[in-house]
C-alpha cells in the first residue's frame, strides 16, 4: 500500500452565501434543510447548518462539512444538489457566493463563521503555542543534532524542521487541539 493511500484525506468545510427575495425567505430556508436531508444520504457528510442573515434582506450562510473533497464533490455533481439548486434559485436573488476553509483557518474555524463568532485571537495564539512548543521541541532536539550530524547547512536544516513541525501541526494536533479545547476557544455568550 501506498504511503499516500495511508494518510487519511483531510476534511473539508464550504461557506455558500445567498440572499433569499423578499417574502421568499421561509420557502428559501425549506428547500436548504432539504437540501440537508439529502446531504445525510452521501457518503463522506459530517454536517451542515444554515446561519440566518443578521439583519432582514442579508445573506444566509450555508455551511457544509465533508469528510473529503471527492466527497464533496460527488455531491457537487449529484442529481440531488442539482434538483435541489434549480428549486433555490426560484427563491434566491443570485447564484451563491462560495469559500472554502483550508490550512491554518481551518485550524479555528467550527461549524459557524460568522466573523463575531471567531475564538478571540488570544485564545487563537494561546491553543496554536500548545501545539508548537512541544512539537518543535521534540524536532529541535533529537532531529536537528542528526540533521547536523549529516553536515547540512543550518538553513536547509531549519527548512526541514519547520516543515515537519507545520505537517505535524496542520495534520495530527491542531485538529485534535481544537476539537478537545472548543469551549476554550468559543465560550458560550
Do not use: C
Request: a positive charge; charged letters at 20%.
Amino acid at each position: 500500500m501506498s504511503t499516500a493511500a495511508q494518510q487519511p484525506l483531510p476534511p473539508v468545510t464550504r461557506i455558500a452565501r445567498r440572499r433569499a427575495l423578499p417574502g421568499h425567505e421561509d420557502a428559501y430556508v425549506g428547500l436548504v434543510r432539504e437540501m440537508f436531508t439529502r446531504m445525510k444520504a452521501h457518503a463522506g457528510f459530517q454536517g451542515a447548518e444554515i446561519i440566518p442573515p443578521d439583519a432582514p434582506g442579508g445573506s444566509y450562510q450555508i455551511v457544509v462539512n465533508f469528510d473529503s473533497e471527492q466527497h464533496l464533490a460527488a455531491w457537487d455533481a449529484s442529481r440531488d444538489r442539482e434538483s435541489l439548486l434549480g428549486q433555490l434559485r426560484e427563491h434566491a436573488e443570485t447564484e451563491p457566493v462560495y469559500r472554502r476553509l483550508t490550512g491554518l483557518e481551518s485550524w479555528f474555524e467550527g461549524p459557524v463563521v460568522p466573523a463575531s463568532m471567531h475564538p478571540p485571537r488570544h485564545r487563537m495564539a494561546l491553543v496554536t503555542w500548545l501545539g508548537i512548543w512541544p512539537t518543535a521541541s521534540v524536532f529541535i532536539f533529537f532531529l536537528a543534532p542528526w540533521l547536523t550530524s549529516l553536515g547540512l547547512p543550518f538553513l536547509l536544516v531549519t527548512a526541514i524542521n519547520t516543515a515537519l513541525i507545520t505537517a505535524v501541526m496542520t495534520y495530527l494536533l491542531m485538529p485534535r487541539l481544537t476539537k478537545l479545547l472548543r469551549r476554550f476557544l468559543t465560550p458560550p455568550r
